[in-house]
C-alpha cells in the first residue's frame, strides 16, 4: 500500500467500460479505499450527492455525459472530481474543467499516476489527523490513548498496534495473514494464529458490554472492524 489512510475513504468511480471499471475497483480497493461503480451518468449523479470522499468521472457516459453530470455534482457538492476522458483535445480538457472538475487524465493513464492524483485531491480535502475513530472509539495517536464511550481502555503495545490497524483499514475484510504481517511484520517468526488470540483479548476490551460491536469474524476468511 502506497499512503497509510486515516480511514477508508470512500470513492465513485463513474465508467461505463466494464473493464476499465473492475480495474479501477481493484486497484483502489487494494489501497484502502471503498470503491462504489456507477455505469451510466444518471446512476452516478444520484451516487455522487450521497457525499462520496471522492469522484473518478468518465466523460463519454449514456444518459447523461460526463460534463453535464459535473456541473450538476459541482452545483451542490464540493466534493473532488477527477475526470477520464479519451479525448486529449484542449477545448475537451478546459470543458471538463470548467464544469467543475478538479484534475484531468485522459486516456490510457498509468494506474500509478490516477492514484497518485486520488492521494492529492483526497490530502487537500481531508489534512491528516492523528486521531482514528469508529462509533464511539476514539484513538488519539499524539497521546497512544484510547477511550470508549469517553471511558479509558487499557491495551497493550500489541493490542494498540492491532486496534490502530484495523482502524485505519476499517469496513476492510483481513485474513489472519493479513493482519499478523501488519501489525507483527512479515519477518517475525510466530504462528498467525496468535490474530485469534489477541482479537479475543481486544474485543474484551473495546466490545464486551456494548451491544454495538466493531469486530466481527468472517467466517473462513479473517476479521473485520465496521463503524
Request: hydrophobic share 40%.
Amino acid at each position: 500500500m502506497t499512503e497509510t489512510l486515516e480511514r477508508a475513504f470512500r470513492i465513485l468511480v463513474v465508467e461505463d467500460d466494464a473493464q476499465i471499471s473492475r480495474v479501477l475497483r481493484l486497484e483502489l480497493e487494494h489501497e484502502g479505499y471503498t470503491v462504489e461503480t456507477a455505469s451510466d451518468g444518471l446512476a452516478g449523479l444520484e451516487k455522487a450527492l450521497k457525499e462520496p470522499d471522492l469522484v473518478i468521472l468518465d466523460l463519454m457516459l449514456p444518459k447523461m455525459d460526463g460534463i453535464e453530470v459535473c456541473a450538476r455534482i459541482r452545483a451542490k457538492s464540493n466534493v473532488p472530481i477527477i475526470m477520464l476522458t479519451a479525448k486529449d483535445r484542449i477545448p475537451d480538457r478546459v470543458g471538463g474543467l470548467d464544469a467543475g472538475a478538479d484534475d484531468y487524465l485522459t486516456k490510457p493513464f498509468a494506474i500509478e499516476e490516477l492514484l497518485a492524483r486520488v492521494r492529492a485531491r483526497l490530502r487537500e480535502r481531508h489534512p491528516k489527523s492523528n486521531v482514528l475513530s469508529a462509533k464511539d472509539v476514539i484513538m488519539d495517536r499524539d497521546r497512544r490513548e484510547v477511550t470508549r464511550a469517553g471511558k479509558p481502555v487499557q491495551l497493550t503495545a500489541k493490542e494498540y498496534a492491532l486496534l490502530e490497524y484495523l482502524l485505519l483499514h476499517r469496513n476492510r475484510v483481513h485474513t489472519r495473514d493479513e493482519l499478523f504481517n501488519g501489525v507483527w511484520g512479515s519477518d517475525f517468526l510466530g504462528d498467525s494464529n496468535l490474530i485469534d488470540v489477541y482479537i479475543r483479548y481486544l474485543r474484551g476490551k473495546i466490545d464486551d458490554g456494548f451491544e454495538d460491536k466493531l469486530i466481527h469474524t468472517v467466517r473462513g476468511v479473517g476479521y473485520t472492524l465496521k463503524d
